[in-house]
Nanobody, 128 residues
Framework: QVQLAESGGGSVQAGGSLRLSCAAS????????MGWFRQAPGKEREFVGA???????????DFADSVRGRFTISRDNAKNTAYLQMNSLKPEDTAVYYC??????????????????WGQGTQVTVSS
């Protein structure tokens, strides 16, 4: 089991940027894919992006179409931390953002059920 804690949320005007961090603790963390989801009021939790390291040189990354080109995701295995850099933010990006970990995720398996462990979430509010 992996414990996850998000940070970096806040309020920003449209067009601005935020970087979210997800600090992980547990064993074998480098084997886990790290994902980001978000949930707006009255809506279902939706996939934002995820990253997996193959243990050698390759990082596999995927994004939702709604954020592709604006958001980037990275991880620092030495720090057991994943990051979500959000640029060109829009009011529709307003949501609670959750970090998640998975041993099963592969590119294209972008569902809530593919992730086993979750953080508590951090609020992101984008004003117009």
């Amino acid at each position: 089991q992996v414990q996850l804690a998000e940070s970096g949320g806040g309020s920003v005007q449209a067009g601005g940027s935020l970087r979210l961090s997800c600090a992980a603790s547990g064993r074998g963390l480098s084997s886990y894919a790290m994902g980001w989801f978000r949930q707006a009021p009255g809506k279902e939790r939706e996939f934002v992006g995820a990253i997996r390291w193959d243990g050698s040189r390759t990082f596999y990354v995927d994004f939702a179409d709604s954020v592709r080109g604006r958001f980037t995701i990275s991880r620092d295995n030495a720090k057991n931390t994943a990051y979500l850099q959000m640029n060109s933010l829009k009011p529709e990006d307003t949501a609670v953002y959750y970090c998640a970990a998975s041993l099963r995720w592969r590119v294209g398996t972008n569902t809530v059920g593919a992730f086993e462990d979750w953080g508590q979430g951090t609020q992101v509010t984008v004003s117009s």
